[in-house]
């Protein structure tokens, strides 16, 4: 029995438990959850439904707990349930219902981990969003990792998810992008507010040979030529790193699309309707401080161009015209002004922002080499590029250490720990545990032995067998709170966790005979025991965009 089935059963009891105290058992939600006590002697699993509820069933959770206990203590997988405290049910398992989760996970393979509780959602996670004016910097290779790790766990719990990365190819940005284009064409030096670094020269090379005459033209057409093919370029750039990193969006919107499509117009009109918008020195302003932003915004200037916060609320009318239920933002710590002004926006179009709307604020990453801070990037000038990070210490270690860290949190990566072949580095350490059980699996394959069709989970009573059966089972409430709280970081810490759990196992247990002796049952059921082990490592590495790698 594993912790889905287990509580599953929770529901059962507590719902027949109400009807015996003559109670309404459509207060109970239509999920629950089960969680490891503090102290294991005082059981397998804790449950805290019955504190949940019992105050809109109009019970003591003390005498639900003991309806729930009560009922609990007749399944055939439960050895014990006992009511702790004011109203927790503490669980023992049966040594042969606990074992049994080696047999489940072997049989259903990838699909172990997977859940249900967020199905029929549909989100589109935009993530990275990075300005096409330059390559990626080590704050969007973090939103990279773990906006990606992010859609792969909400799609292992059955949401529709769509990602979305949105880049600004409008406004103040792209012209001083162009004129730096135009400026390095020229030879000339970079004008005030410019972009710099040898991209830019790379970038207005290719543009100067693809268009030899370009610089002959009038200034306005030169100018709209090195804007043009120099945006196209920096984003075909930018879409080839992310995929080199394993990042695979779903769409790329341009803010261009919604000028040329009067979408920023139509939403003006929705908030004129919505009697949001109102003329003030010459320019339309949106008043986003009736939904609590600290002040109302311009959404056209007094000389009739449209500002960012106009695109912004195209935008998202723009997103929520096609069907998504819940936009999830994920920006860095430099736009924590941004949640403000988004809120309202989707209050302004008369969305609850608690529903449709959820942003995620991260925080910076400092990457440091033999002590010291990382040098700035040769290529970009002034930023150390996801390139130079994946040159660094590769694809896999670089999508783990940015995972592995809670997004609000400031981290300092030591490139030189990361980049070791030793079980200090979390990543190498995971990957050799599952390296270690193909090893293991490859040698009885290799001498003869098979752990056969029969699993028989009632052998395996050594502690740290024990050990590893608990915290196989534990996986899909990992991948489950993971998703339903937006944090990645609970899968790679619960994976090094597991790892350490396995390696204890393995030195412990022996799993193969010596010599000639035969396979015995005990043998058979350790092998199915690693083989859990190992698609359970694969299963949460493959969350994280991580290979798996069978030999190191």
């Known amino acids: 029995m594993n912790p889905s089935q287990l509580a599953d059963e929770i529901l059962a009891a507590a719902a027949a438990a109400l009807t015996d105290l003559g109670r309404d058992p459509s207060v109970l939600p239509p999920a629950t959850s089960v969680e490891r006590p503090r102290q294991p002697g005082h059981g397998d699993y804790a449950s805290a439904l019955a504190l949940q509820v019992a105050g809109r069933a109009g019970v003591l959770p003390r ?283 989707a209050a302004c179009f008369g969305d609850d922002p608690d529903q449709t709307l959820e942003i995620l604020i991260g925080q910076l990453v400092n990457l440091v080499r033999d002590g010291q801070p990382l040098r700035m990037s040769k290529r970009a000038g002034t930023i150390v590029t996801i390139d130079d990070m994946v040159g660094a210490i590769g694809v896999d270690a670089a999508r783990y250490a940015l995972a592995r860290y809670s997004l609000d949190s400031t981290i300092d990566l030591d490139l030189d720990l990361w980049a070791r072949r030793s079980n200090d580095n979390p990543v190498f350490y995971v990957q050799y545990a599952h390296a270690r059980i193909a090893s293991l699996l490859r040698h009885a394959a290799g001498s003869g032995f098979t752990r056969g069709e029969a699993y028989d989970g009632g052998l395996l009573t050594h502690d740290r067998e024990n050990d590893l059966l608990k915290a196989l089972a534990d996986f899909p409430g990992v991948v489950a709170s993971a998703a339903a709280l937006r944090q990645p970081h609970r899968v790679p810490r619960y994976l090094e966790d597991l790892a350490g759990t396995y390696h204890r196992f393995h030195d412990a247990c022996r799993v193969l005979p010596r010599g000639d002796e035969a396979l015995g049952d005990l043998g058979r059921a350790r092998l199915w025991l690693a083989e859990a082990a190992q698609i359970v490592l694969a299963n949460g590495l493959g969350l994280l965009g991580v290979s798996a790698p069978d030999r190191l």
């Open 63 to 345: 005498e639900l707990a003991q309806g729930i206990a009560g009922r609990l203590a007749a399944s055939p997988a439960i050895e014990s349930a006992e009511v702790a405290g004011g109203g927790f049910v503490n669980i023992r398992l049966r040594a042969a219902a606990a074992a049994s989760v080696a047999g489940v996970i072997v049989a259903q393979r990838e699909t172990y981990g997977r859940g249900t509780g967020l199905a029929g959602q549909r989100v589109n996670l935009e993530f990275v969003s990075a300005n096409p004016t330059g390559p990626i910097h080590i704050g969007g290779v973090r939103w990279a990792a773990v906006g990606d790790a992010l859609a792969r766990i909400l799609r292992a719990q059955d949401a529709g998810v769509v990602t979305e990365y949105y880049f600004n190819d409008a406004g103040a940005q792209i012209d001083r992008f162009a004129d730096s284009l135009l400026a390095a064409a020229r030879h000339d030096a970079s004008p005030a507010g410019g972009y710099e670094g040898e991209y830019i020269s790379e970038i207005a090379r290719a543009v100067a040979g693809k268009h030899p005459d370009a610089l002959g033209r009038t200034p306005a057409d030169a100018r709209r030529v090195f804007r043009t093919e120099g945006v196209a370029l920096m984003l075909q750039e930018i879409k080839a790193s992310l995929e080199d990193f394993g990042v695979h969006f779903d769409v790329y919107f341009a803010e261009q699309d919604l000028h040329d499509r009067g979408e920023l117009a139509a939403a003006l009109a929705r908030l004129r309707e919505t009697g949001h918008a109102y003329e003030a020195e010459g320019a339309t302003w949106i008043r986003t401080t009736d939904h609590g932003d600290d002040k109302d915004r311009v959404y056209v200037r007094s000389n009739g161009d449209f500002t960012y916060f106009a695109a912004d609320c195209a935008y998202y009318l723009d997103k929520r015209s096609r069907g998504f239920g819940k936009l999830l933002i994920i920006l860095g710590a430099d736009h924590h002004g941004y949640t403000g002004r988004l809120r309202a926006i």
